[in-house]
């Protein structure tokens, strides 16, 4: 299994001298998998265009692009960069789409496909030459062949997202974001005006059961790619409840879990590069000696083979 970071960002794009070293696109993730070298995607934002680019010189010429798009939830920077996956426009492109069920009126195919609408852009869906096939997804299993499985896992985000696990001749490959940890929403203090004793503790066993199961889905993972847009004290202060992790809980979590190696993703657009590596340093430092699980940065453009 081959992984190769295409977009880390998170939120929107970010281009300039501040993030060039790790890079300014969102959320895009390539897996390549076996002799076949068969593709599979997570996520399609910005960084989903250059992927296209380099498929179109790299892939097309052995015959129709034929690739699975997993998308963890519809959010704007994780699709936007589908109208400009070049593949879309050419015939006999296959691709089918996976995203969690939205529970909306409109499903997954409209959801995605209205970008491609003349409000907002030059091309209708209508009017591409690829196959698009889009399948809703829920807490599942599947078996994509080839020796391939996904499982996925509902996360912590306003919207529906889901985590995906990708599992190939004996290697783990894990992705939990966009999300945070599940906290109990009902008041816990007495002296609440809303305070119920019996809400209180069950709210309370419903978070540690909830996180406990985020915990299992990563367990033992050879790769986890999580969320770590804000640090424990930004969180704290002012983003809870945004649907992002911090890089504490995120190292707590993943060393608990036993996952051997910590990717962070999702980085915040205000974060510079040098910022990224002052912290990434830091949490190297606190655990070094504790653990054998290695802390990095995602970067656009990394290559990493399992």
């Known amino acids: 299994m081959k992984i190769r970071f295409w977009g880390v960002r998170g939120s929107i794009p970010c281009p300039g001298p501040e993030t060039v070293l790790y890079g300014g696109n969102t959320a895009c ?15 399609a934002g910005s960084g989903i265009r250059a992927l296209g680019n380099m498929m179109m010189g790299q892939d097309l010429p052995k015959g129709p692009i034929k690739t699975e798009i997993f998308l963890t939830h519809t959010h704007w920077d994780h699709i936007m960069g ?3 996956f070049t593949p879309i426009f050419i015939p006999g492109t296959e691709i089918d789409v996976y995203g969690p069920v939205t529970y909306e009126e409109e499903g997954l195919d409209q959801i995605v496909g209205s970008q491609l609408s003349y409000r907002y852009f030059p091309v209708k869906h209508s009017e591409l030459s690829a196959s698009i096939r889009y399948h809703p997804l829920k807490e599942c299993t599947l078996d994509l062949g080839d020796g391939i499985s996904v499982t996925t896992k509902y996360l912590n985000h306003p919207i529906m997202c889901l985590g995906y696990r990708f599992e190939y001749e004996g290697k783990s490959f894990c992705t939990a974001y966009d999300t945070e940890p599940f906290r109990n929403v009902f008041p816990t203090d007495p002296d609440d005006p809303g305070y119920d004793e019996t809400a209180a503790l069950e709210g309370e066993t419903a978070a540690f059961e909830e996180n406990e199961k985020v915990l299992r889905f990563y367990r033992g993972a050879d790769i986890l790619v999580h969320d770590s847009q804000y640090t424990q004290q930004e969180y704290e202060t002012s983003k809870k409840n945004w649907g992002h992790s911090s890089f504490e809980w995120v190292v707590n979590a993943a060393n608990k879990a036993g996952v051997k190696r910590v990717f962070f993703f999702h980085h915040d657009p205000l974060r510079s590069d040098k910022a990224l590596e002052s912290l990434l340093e830091e949490y190297r430092e606190a655990i070094a000696g504790k653990t054998d699980m290695r802390l990095d940065l995602a970067q656009e453009g990394l290559e990493i083979t399992l």
Do not use: T
């Open 82 to 84: 589908f109208p400009f």
């Open 29 to 43: 993730i390539e897996l390549r998998f076996g002799e076949a070298n068969r593709c599979v995607i997570i996520d």
